[in-house]
Nanobody, 125 residues
Framework: QVQLVESGGGLVQAGGSLRLSCAAS????????TAWFRQAPGKEREFVAA????????RYEDSVKGRFTISRDNAKNTMYLQMNSLKPEDTAVYYC??????????????????WGKGTLVTVSS
């Protein structure tokens, strides 16, 4: 069982930055693909970014490329999402996710085995 706990959400003005963290139970974190998804009000949960278990390969949804950076520290069992140049349309609950699938096959919620409870990011205009 993988337990995931997000932190770091909050209210920020457009153009600002936030860093999300996801603390994971150590049992399987080091070998799992991990990812961030988000869900805006009234919308479906969508893929944001994924990272290979080794931390050396990443993949992003087009709208966040160049603005968001996903990373992980296996020694600390923690994943991060650095979000820069935030826009109001980035407002959503952000979820930490873990999967046994390889990173390039993560694109929908159905590809995920474990979820955190989410952390709210609100970007004001």
């Amino acid at each position: 069982q993988v337990q995931l706990v997000e932190s770091g959400g909050g209210l920020v003005q457009a153009g600002g930055s936030l860093r999300l963290s996801c603390a994971a139970s150590p049992r399987t974190f080091s070998t799992a693909t991990t990812a961030w998804f988000r869900q805006a009000p009234g919308k479906e949960r969508e893929f944001v970014a994924a990272i290979r278990w080794s931390g050396d390969i990443t993949r992003y949804e087009d709208s966040v490329k160049g603005r968001f950076t996903i990373s992980r520290d296996n020694a600390k069992n923690t994943m991060y999402l650095q979000m820069n140049s935030l826009k109001p349309e980035d407002t959503a609950v952000y979820y930490c996710a873990a999967s046994g699938k390889i990173y390039f096959r993560i694109s929908t919620p159905g590809d995920i085995g474990y979820w955190g409870k989410g952390t709210l990011v609100t970007v004001s205009s």
